[in-house]
């Protein structure tokens, strides 16, 4: 293959990955798959990447000299790689190709389930959460949330979760009137009544690949009411702990369950 | 793959794939702008006269000549060619693509909220000792034991012709840029068309591990659920993960973003992972074996393999759940 059709293809992989990156920045799907600090990484290098191969497909007629002598024998080229340049096109291309075709900016129920959905804070799963939110006082809890006009005290599921493994936390917050935010979706553990409903959000440090789901169990005690599947929900009641089969649990007593708007992103961003 | 796996494909896929490309990126830039740009005698010039300080020193010139572990064997391959010397080389091998700024940064970034100091410090500092101390064995071992034979014959007939040749200025192995006159574009060109091959060498094998992560990642890979399995047990978790590292072929400079998602193991096994992925994996082997001969390739996998499982199975004996998650 000549080095210009080598070049031409190397090009057009690269602008593959630009466009694939940029669409989804301007598009601001991205904030489905990263998390901020790393959006506008990913944009420059979607524009270093479409510069990178603009260049080269504009000047892959062009002569070129590396300016530097080599070693007789040596092969003179700084362009060479030992896998075909075919090759290289399809394996950089079709995965990106499908991938960004078969997207639908979420996860199935079973990956969720795999990320935590169906699983119970533990304390030792916690060391940084600890450190990060350091067991407050009652008081301290009334001074930093704010109230709904029916009383509750609106939370993050993320601290309602955490609660779950700091016995700290569970006696300042056992018995609070609160009102949390999440997706709700079936209860498929100790649920003999189908009382239960659970609810979620995905908390992600770098992309959604390392997410993992904060769930807490809402008990309406009667049949829950019919909210849409996965959906989002604003859920208001009394904070409890139970230990059950020997496990604690965090679990909401739900008292005032409605949809709500979905939120900008999945990130933590809002109660 | 039905429709579900396939959408979980596709968002843990392109995820990651977003959130290295940049790094990559960066990281062939330099390394296509260091190909055309930097004379190839450059490296000897930095090393102390004594063999084993030089050594020392080489181990941690990835962070002057920050290049990841795809592109460090053909530039090593052409420094052995020129006469650098062997327990050098394989320093500058093993450690380049670990101790360097690049690789530092993004595994400081990819470990956010998972104690990113210690983890960039720990893999740096673990990195660096078994380059040296690699480098240190090897320049006590005959050249023909450790490279390829051609390779070697070359080496020694060079440094022969070199010892008869002592004060006859020869341009073609100086290393000097002799071509001051030649235009500037022209070298940017040049620079530009060395970076994209090698973005396109190492975003290939690069697309391969995020392809196969993300298979383990949303557990549509057979044998998910059995690595999982073992991501509890302190001793066959670092195994497990530095296997993981060998066939996944994962670019230094992005492989922490992987490493980060995988949420269920320790932090020494994933120190592990970072550590011996860099130093060898699948397409390592067959790079490697443009340079060196595959018995030393076979006894070097095994033993830096064997020194990291033991240093990570001591510290999660010992340090893992006291000091870290």
């Given at each position: 293959?000549?080095?210009?059709?080598?070049?031409?293809?190397?090009?057009?992989?690269?602008?593959?990955?630009?466009?694939?990156?940029?669409?989804?920045?301007?598009?601001?799907?991205?904030?489905?798959?990263?998390?901020?600090?790393?959006?506008?990484?990913?944009?420059?290098?979607?524009?270093?990447?479409?510069?990178?191969?603009?260049?080269?497909?504009?000047?892959?007629?062009?002569?070129?000299?590396?300016?530097?002598?080599?070693?007789?024998?040596?092969?003179?080229?700084?362009?060479?790689?030992?896998?075909?340049?075919?090759?290289?096109?399809?394996?950089?291309?079709?995965?990106?190709?499908?991938?960004?075709?078969?997207?639908?900016?979420?996860?199935?129920?079973?990956?969720?389930?795999?990320?935590?959905?169906?699983?119970?804070?533990?304390?030792?799963?916690?060391?940084?959460?600890?450190?990060?939110?350091?067991?407050?006082?009652?008081?301290?809890?009334?001074?930093?949330?704010?109230?709904?006009?029916?009383?509750?005290?609106?939370?993050?599921?993320?601290?309602?979760?955490?609660?779950?493994?700091?016995?700290?936390?569970?006696?300042?917050?056992?018995?609070?009137?609160?009102?949390?935010?999440?997706?709700?979706?079936?209860?498929?553990?100790?649920?003999?009544?189908?009382?239960?409903?659970?609810?979620?959000?995905?908390?992600?440090?770098?992309?959604?690949?390392?997410?993992?789901?904060?769930p807490i169990i809402l008990e309406f005690g009667k049949e829950p009411p019919l909210l849409p599947d996965n959906g989002w929900v604003k859920v208001a009641g009394t904070m409890r702990f139970p230990e059950e089969n020997g496990t604690l649990k965090a679990v909401l007593e739900v008292t005032r369950a409605t949809a709500a708007d979905v939120p900008p992103e999945e990130k933590f961003l809002r109660r | 793959m039905n429709a579900d796996a396939q959408q979980d494909f596709a968002l843990a896929f392109l995820s990651i794939l977003f959130e290295g490309a940049p790094f990559i990126l960066l990281g062939t830039l330099i390394s296509g702008f260091i190909d055309i740009y930097l004379p190839a005698g450059t490296m000897d010039r930095f090393l102390p006269k004594n063999r084993n300080l030089a050594i020392l020193v080489s181990g941690l010139l990835g962070a002057v000549f920050p290049v990841c572990e795809c592109a460090v064997v053909p530039v090593i391959r052409r420094l052995v060619g020129k006469g650098l010397p062997l327990g050098c080389a394989l320093a500058y091998m093993l450690a380049a693509p670990i101790v360097n700024p690049i690789t530092a940064l993004s595994t400081w970034k990819a470990f956010q909220g998972q104690a990113p100091w210690a983890m960039t410090g720990g893999r740096m500092l673990l990195g660096y000792l078994i380059a040296v101390g690699v480098g240190l064995i090897v320049s006590r071992i005959a050249m023909h034991r450790v490279l390829r034979k051609s390779i070697a014959d070359k080496v020694e007939a060079d440094s022969a012709k070199k010892e008869h040749q002592h004060h006859d200025h020869d341009h073609s192995c100086c290393g000097h840029d002799h071509s001051h006159e030649k235009a500037n574009d022209s070298r940017l060109i040049a620079a530009m068309r060395s970076a994209q091959k090698d973005f396109v060498d190492v975003g290939v094998y690069f697309t391969i591990g995020v392809a196969i992560t993300a298979l383990f990642n949303t557990g549509i890979a057979p044998g998910a659920i059995w690595l999982d399995s073992l991501a509890g047990n302190p001793a066959a978790a670092p195994a497990a993960l530095m296997a993981l590292a060998f066939i996944l072929s994962l670019c230094s400079t992005s492989d922490a973003f992987i490493a980060a998602t995988l949420a269920k193991f320790t932090w020494s096994a994933k120190l592990a992972f970072l550590v011996f992925g860099p130093m060898l994996d699948v397409k390592?082997?067959?790079?490697?074996?443009?340079?060196?001969?595959?018995?030393?390739?076979?006894?070097?996998?095994?033993?830096?393999?064997?020194?990291?499982?033991?240093?990570?199975?001591?510290?999660?004996?010992?340090?893992?759940?006291?000091?870290?998650?």
């Open positions: 293959m000549s080095p210009v059709i080598r070049r031409i293809l190397f090009s057009l992989a690269v602008l593959l990955w630009a466009a694939v990156i940029l669409y989804f920045y301007q598009s601001g799907r991205i904030v489905k798959y990263l998390a901020p600090d790393f959006r506008l990484i990913a944009m420059a290098g979607g524009l270093g990447l479409a510069v990178l191969g603009l260049f080269n497909l504009l000047t892959a007629f062009r002569e070129s000299d590396c300016g530097h002598d080599h070693g007789e024998g040596e092969e003179h080229d700084h362009e060479g790689s030992d896998m075909s340049p075919l090759a290289s096109l399809i394996l950089m291309t079709l995965p990106v190709g499908f991938s960004a075709m078969w997207t639908q900016d979420g996860f199935s129920q079973a990956t969720l389930a795999r990320k935590g959905l169906y699983e119970d804070a533990q304390p030792a799963d916690t060391p940084f959460l600890a450190s990060a939110f350091p067991a407050p006082t009652r008081e301290e809890i009334e001074n930093t949330h704010s109230k709904t006009a029916d009383g509750y005290l609106q939370f993050s599921l993320m601290e309602l979760f955490f609660a779950t493994g700091d016995r700290e936390l569970q006696d300042v917050m056992g018995g609070l009137q609160v009102e949390a935010e999440g997706r709700i979706v079936e209860e498929k553990n100790d649920n003999p009544n189908g009382t239960r409903m659970r609810l979620y959000r995905m908390f992600m440090t770098c992309c959604v690949a390392d997410s993992r789901a904060i | 390592l082997i067959f790079l490697y074996q443009t340079v060196l001969r595959r018995k030393f390739i076979l006894v070097m996998a095994l033993s830096v393999f064997a020194f990291i499982w033991v240093v990570a199975v001591a510290w999660e004996t010992w340090f893992g759940k006291v000091v870290l998650p």
